[in-house]
């Protein structure tokens, strides 16, 4: 089926199927290129489809529609919707690709719905404070849904992965130190609702400080450096956090140095100190 979009901007898009007995039915969704971009068959037989809040520029698709099963004897009807106008705040499905990103500015909240099991909306998250910032990320809780979100630099290395909450939890970063640039956020839930949305929130915390921790360092590659004589604050923001630092000792010959940590209430510390080879 073509389906044409007339309205200007974005529409927010509602697109089903009705249930047809005996049938497991698909719906997939491509542009006019011909490129599959959004696809659905979530439900087994005797059940409908649904593409919900789906945000189409104005133009034409084509809706393909595939039933594994035969079945003349019913027919089914298929259902297209304008449920309104895209507006700034939400999230611009399909973005379920990287190369689909919606842009999240700094400062920004927005709002989206995991709309299938294991549905992934990705976002491209501006910081554009010169150098070093500290941020803050809040995923908020969403009823019957485990979630997690991941942020990654430009070149795809992971930075951070919040994923301690449960069932029905909220997922946050405190005091992530980045600089400035563009990164991308990853956000899955794995089970579905299009009922209660999601928020996405993040924050500038302010600038880094010298003397205190530059989170991601949960790896020799991220180590923070610390000097002699120089205290330094760090945070423990998430379960089993590795913070990585790493100690110069200027001065030849053997040095006896004393390393404390200080006490933080519920928690278990480990300490490992490790030479230049990793030993």
């Known amino acids: ?14 697109i089903d199927i009705t249930a047809i007995p005996g049938v497991n039915s698909r719906i997939t969704l491509r542009d006019e290129s011909g490129r599959s971009f959004w696809d659905v068959n979530e439900t087994s037989e005797n059940a409908p489809e649904s593409i919900f809040n789906l945000a189409l520029a104005q133009g034409t698709y084509y809706v393909q529609l595939y039933a594994r099963e035969s079945n003349y004897n019913n027919h089914y009807v298929l259902h297209t919707r304008i449920l309104g106008p895209w507006q700034e705040g939400l999230e611009a499905e399909p ?20 709309q299938d099991d294991g549905d992934e909306d990705y976002y491209k998250l501006i910081v554009d404070k010169p150098g070093k910032s500290d941020i803050q990320v809040d995923l908020s809780a969403v009823p019957g849904v485990d979630t997690q979100f991941r942020i990654h630099d430009k070149d795809g290395n992971e930075l951070w992965r919040a994923s301690d909450g449960s069932k029905g939890e909220p997922e946050s970063v405190r005091y992530l130190t980045l600089g400035e640039g563009a990164y991308s956020m990853w956000v899955k839930g794995y089970q579905k609702n299009i009922t209660d949305k999601y928020t996405l929130s993040t924050r500038l915390l302010g600038p880094w400080q010298e003397g205190t921790e530059a989170e991601p360092n949960g790896g020799i590659k991220r180590a923070n450096e610390i000097k002699l004589n120089a205290p330094l604050t760090g945070r ?38 490790f030479d230049q080879k990793e030993n």
């Open 1 to 14: 089926f073509k389906l044409i979009v007339d309205k200007p901007g974005k529409s927010l898009v509602l």
């Open 236 to 273: 423990i923001n998430e379960n089993n956090d590795y913070d990585y630092y790493v100690l110069n000792v200027p001065e030849p010959g053997i040095e006896t140095i004393v390393m404390q940590i200080s006490d933080v209430p519920e928690v278990r510390w480990n300490f490992e100190l």
């Open 95 to 114: 973005n379920n690709r990287k190369e689909d990103a919606t842009e999240l500015k700094l400062g920004q909240s927005m709002e989206g719905y995991f």
